[in-house]
Each structure stands twice: as structure tokens, then as C-alpha cells.
């Protein structure tokens, strides 16, 4: 069962929380209804209600389900076979379903978790890898429960009673567990022949290193835990008992990883691409369907991206020839704007929290202007935070995290602060439209407060849809007038969507037609003008995430055209507040379903 794809907002882009299944829904009628009703309820029970760390994600680790916070989700080879047996069960029992005797609600639902299951099965069945998901390594940069945990229990982990404590360090000897997990599966997959670039490896080990090498006292998983439990006046030796947990298991199982990463560096190659492992073409083209949710080729994608690239250079050129930049590349005058006065803040602790306050300035204006094009407004609240330091080496430019069911948990838009030069201020607005508002927080905590839509479909984002309408929430804000009186945020805003549409190039390039790491930086620092430090981090990014890189651009893509074909045939009907409504209710359905769905709608 992929949870990375029902949990994947909360570590990447997009986090789902609910009312209880069945809350405020019509009740099934008929024989075919009542039946794909009570799978869903098997499913959202069976995969999301008994996974402990989807529970506390969603802010439902209370009452009758409180045994969860005392766990992390099971990861044994054991059990994950169970539960792929079952899921597999599960869907072979939808396949069964009669679609044309359901509601048209319901063939949306019916459509959405189909595609679902057959995308995940078909990464289930290349036997290596997440499981269920597009990347070949369970461990990297940017996958394992040594690179997750940390983050989940500092800021999802709630201290607010006094045996959350309790759990706390009772999750602790499980993480230690699920290390010892994840190394068993790599060793297995290492068997086969999958291994990840050495560049990966490298990365892997330096940011495993660093999660080990200080004095386990000071790690901030005790921090975390003792100022929580301090603030709520919890007594306890909160300090000793979780130094101890790492320093006799935690860090010994980490270790063991770093040794087998270590024997396996001699046997890698600095290969990029899929296409190295087995039936790598197969995987990368079911990376494009899963991530796309499209029938899009890869050759298809590549040049899609070459074609946008040209276009958004050309309007570059424009607006860089108004402000007096005539020289040069366009690539090379967008990385000039950099070193200009006042666009980079200080590299200190005071400067990067100077430029999470002006974000989160910028957030509330924007709040003032959202009312003009949405009839619904979301109620909770949204707020910049940084990257933890202990994993922003390999960790993505930024990232979004929902807010809890409770209210306990704001959404948060977190940002890469490891070197504030690489985010200059005028990049820095479309970043945060993108990842908060109107982009990936309006979406999700929409979906959130959505009474009548399932929980199972606010736990499956499909990638295309939630990150096109986070370049789609980019357009919109340009549209809005935000850029009026700031050219250089402008250039900013068309550097990010030449930014996407070179990722459809940079991820075709590497696993399709076999491009070097290399020759991917190059590609993207001549286009972009950005920093080399950042393009090495997205493009060795793109490596692990299989094909997630395309997402983007092609789900931005289909967002753009909807809206102007729907304007086109409505006309004067056309109400641009109604139609972003709909267009989000339907919640993170595939781009098929999407267009069909936008096609038929009559405003």
C-alpha cells in the first residue's frame, strides 16, 4: 500500500485532514452504491484509520484511536506484504463494482481510487523500491524513516498530555525498529542490483552522519521532547530516558545503514537515470503515468518542455530589457539580479528569521485579496517555518504541510534556509503563493473543512493536480496585480514556471534519454541563471523522485487550459469565483477526471 501517496502532502507538497468517514455524506442507494461505499470505508480503515502515523498527521491520535501516538506506522517486510495482499484484494473487489449504477459523485470517486490502485500496484509489483511509489531507493536524500521521523515527531508529535511524553519515547525505541526495517529491505534490494548513483550515496551518508555524529544529548529529538513537556510542566526525566533511547538505538541502527550505504559506494556508478535498474524504462514510464496521472510519453513530455522553455525565455527577455538588462544570456541577467542591493538577506540566524517575517507579511495581504476570486475562503490559518537544519542539506527549495483536524496544527509552508543566497528576494513571493496562498494551503485546508468529501479522498493527492495548482496559484497571483509595482518579483514569477518546465526536460533527459547528472545542472543553471548549489540539489531531487518533477508543469498545463476553455465556452456565464470553487471541490482528483469534470460543467 503506497502510503507515501496517501501521507504525501505532509512530507512534499499537500496533507489531507477530515471529518470522521461518512460524516455529512448522502447515504449510498442501491445494491452498487451500498457497495462501493463500504469499501471505501475498508479501505479508509484498513490503510489510513490503523496506521498510527497517518492518525496523528491528521490530528485523530485521541480518544479511542489515543494507542496511536504510542506507535509509528509498521514497515516490516511482513507486514507490508499483508497489506499489499490486501489492498490488491480490496481493488479486485472495486473492479467488480458496477460504475454506471453509482451517482456521478460517485463515478468521480470510483474513478479517482481506481487510478489509484492501479498506479500504486503497478510500482508494488517491480519488487524494489518505496513499494508502491516511484522511487527506487528506500533510502536516500530524501527517503527513509531516518530522513522522516525526525521531522514527523518534532513537529507533528503533540506534547500536550502528560503521557504524550510517554509516547513520545515510547515512539522513539520504535523508530530504532523501523531503521533496522528499512536497512533489511535495502539489503534486499542491493541483492537485485539497486543501487542507488554514488552522488545519492555520498548525500545519504553525509546527511546520516550528521543525524549521529553529535552528542545524542543535544540532538534536538530531546530538545523537542524536553522543552515541550517543560512548557506543559510534565515531570519527568524526559532528557536521560530519550538520550538514552538514541544512544543505544537509535544511533547504533543508523549506523548499521551508514555501514551497508558505505560497502555499497564501490559498486555504484554516478549514473543518473532509471534506466540503470531493472526494467528501468518500464519503471520511469510508469513513474510518468503515476505522476502525471496522463498517458504522456516521456518523449512527449521532453519536448513540451523544450517548447515552454523557449516561450517563457522570450517573455523573460521582455521584461529584462525594461529594466535595463541588455547583456548576456537570459539565464545569466535573471542570476545578476541577485547581486543586487538588498536582494539576498544576511546568512544569519537574524536574517533568515527577517525573511520568514516578511513572508509571512506577504501572506496576510494576499489573505486581503483571495475574497475577489474564491466564494469559499479557508478557515485555518497558514505560517512560514524553516526547513529543520538537520536535513536541509537534501531537502527540497520548500515544501507544505497541512493543518490538523483540531485546529492543534496551522498549515505550514516550510522553506530552505542553508544558504539564504540561494533564495533571493525576488524569487521569494511566487514561492510562497505556490506553497500557501492561494497555491497549496488554499487547496488542502479546503479540502480539510469539505464535509462531504470522504477522508480517503482527502489522504490520495494525485501530484499533477495538487502542483499544477500550485503554478496555477503563481498565474493567479500575477493576475491579481501582486507584481504591478515589483518588475524583478515579475521576472521572479516567469524564472519559476521556466524553472518547471525545465524539470520536464532535466527528468525526461536523465532516465529516458540517459543524460548525465551533469549535463542536468548545466541544462538548468544556463536557463535559469540560478544558483549551481540549488539546481544540484532539485536535479539530484529528481533522481530519487521518479518522474515527480514532471508533475508540475504538465498539471499546471491542464489547470490553464481548462480555465481558458471554460471561459471561452461560458462567456459572459463565466464567474471566475465559482469556477475556482468547483474546480477545488472536486478535491485532488487525476487530470482525466479533472477534465472531464471542468468540460462538463456549465457554471
Given amino acids: 500500500m503506497d502510503r507515501r501517496r496517501l501521507l504525501q502532502g505532509f512530507a512534499a507538497g499537500a496533507a ?10 448522502a447515504a449510498p442507494s442501491g445494491e452498487a452504491s451500498a457497495t462501493f461505499h463500504a469499501l471505501l470505508d475498508k479501505i479508509t480503515q484498513d490503510f489510513l484509520l490503523n496506521d498510527p502515523t497517518a492518525l496523528t498527521a491528521f490530528g485523530m491520535d485521541r480518544g479511542d484511536k489515543g494507542w496511536a501516538r504510542y506507535k509509528l506506522s509498521d514497515n516490516s517486510p511482513e507486514y507490508l506484504a499483508s497489506q499489499d495482499r490486501l489492498f490488491r484484494e480490496t481493488m479486485q473487489a472495486l473492479s467488480r463494482v458496477d460504475r454506471n449504477a453509482l451517482s456521478q459523485g460517485e463515478r468521480v470517486w470510483f474513478d479517482w481510487v481506481s487510478f489509484y490502485g492501479e498506479t500504486s500496484i503497478a510500482f508494488e ?83 546520516m552522519r550528521n543525524l549521529v555524529e553529535g552528542d545524542p544529548s543535544a540532538h534536538s529529538l530531546v530538545s523537542s521532547l524536553v522543552e515541550r513537556a517543560q512548557a506543559k510542566g510534565f515531570a519527568g526525566d524526559w532528557a536521560r530516558r530519550a538520550t538514552a533511547i538514541l544512544a543505544e538505538k537509535v544511533y547504533p541502527a543508523v549506523q548499521k545503514q551508514i555501514e551497508l550505504y558505505e560497502a555499497a559506494l564501490p559498486r555504484s ?33 521532453h519536448q513540451v518542455g ?6 517563457l525565455t522570450a517573455r523573460t527577455e521582455v521584461l529584462l530589457q525594461k529594466i535595463g538588462l541588455t547583456q548576456g544570456t537570459v539565464g545569466e541577467r535573471v542570476a545578476s539580479l541577485s547581486d543586487l542591493p538588498g536582494q539576498v538577506y544576511p546568512n544569519t540566524d537574524e536574517g533568515k528569521k527577517a525573511l520568514i517575517d516578511d513572508l509571512n507579511r506577504d501572506i496576510a495581504h494576499m489573505d486581503t485579496l483571495l475574497p475577489q476570486y474564491f466564494g469559499r475562503l479557508p478557515k485555518s490559518p497558514v505560517e512560514v517555518r524553516r526547513i529543520p537544519a538537520e536535513i536541509e542539506i537534501g531537502a527540497p527549495g520548500g515544501y507544505y504541510m497541512g493543518p490538523a483536524l483540531d485546529g492543534s496544527r496551522p498549515g505550514a509552508f516550510y522553506i530552505n534556509l542553508r544558504d539564504t543566497a540561494e533564495v533571493p528576494k525576488f524569487t521569494l513571493r511566487t514561492l510562497t503563493w505556490h506553497e500557501a496562498s492561494p497555491g497549496h494551503h488554499f487547496q488542502v485546508a479546503l479540502g480539510m473543512e469539505q464535509d462531504d468529501l470522504p477522508l480517503l479522498f482527502k489522504g490520495i493527492g494525485f501530484s499533477a493536480n495538487l502542483e499544477g495548482w500550485g503554478l496555477y496559484a503563481e498565474q493567479l497571483a500575477d493576475e491579481m496585480g501582486v507584481y504591478k509595482d515589483d518588475p524583478l518579483g515579475e521576472i521572479g514569477y516567469l524564472q519559476s514556471l521556466m524553472f518547471r518546465a525545465s524539470r520536464l526536460v532535466v527528468d525526461t533527459g536523465m532516465h529516458a534519454k540517459r543524460w548525465s547528472r551533469e549535463q542536468a545542472i548545466r541544462y538548468m543553471v544556463d536557463v535559469l541563471g540560478d544558483q549551481e548549489s540549488n539546481v544540484t540539489t532539485e536535479v539530484e531531487r529528481y533522481c530519487v523522485w521518479t518522474g515527480q518533477a514532471c508533475a508540475y508543469k504538465v498539471g499546471h498545463n491542464v489547470w490553464a487550459r481548462l480555465r481558458r476553455e471554460t471561459e471561452a465556452r461560458l462567456g459572459s456565464r463565466f464567474d471566475i469565483r465559482a469556477y475556482h470553487d468547483f474546480g477545488l471541490a472536486l478535491g485532488p482528483v487525476p487530470l482525466s477526471v479533472l477534465e472531464r469534470e471542468i468540460g462538463n460543467w456549465n457554471g
Fill in 16 to 25: 489531507f485532514a477530515s471529518l470522521p468517514m461518512g460524516a455529512a455524506l
Fill in 125 to 207: 509489483e517491480m519488487g524494489y523500491g518505496v513499494g508502491g511509489y516511484p522511487s527506487p531507493y528506500r533510502i536516500s536524500q530524501l527517503t527513509g524513516q531516518y530522513q522522516f521521523v525526525p521531522d514527523f515527531m518534532r513537529s507533528q508529535h503533540r506534547i500536550e498530555e502528560s503521557d504524550d511524553a510517554e509516547a513520545y519515547l515510547a515512539r522513539l525505541e520504535d523508530f530504532a525498529v523501523q531503521l533496522e526495517h528499512d536497512r533489511v529491505k535495502t539489503a534486499q534490494d542491493q541483492a537485485m542490483g539497486v543501487i542507488p548513483p554514488d552522488f545519492i550515496i555520498q548525500k545519504t551518508l553525509t546527511q
Fill in 269 to 301: 556508478t554516478h549514473d543518473a537515470g532509471a534506466w540503470k535498474q531493472p526494467r528501468g524504462d518500464e519503471f520511469y514510464a510508469r513513474a510518468l503515468r503515476y505522476y502525471t496521472s496522463t498517458d504522456m510519453s516521456a518523449d512527449e513530455i
Fill in 306 to 311: 523544450l517548447d515552454q522553455v523557449a516561450e
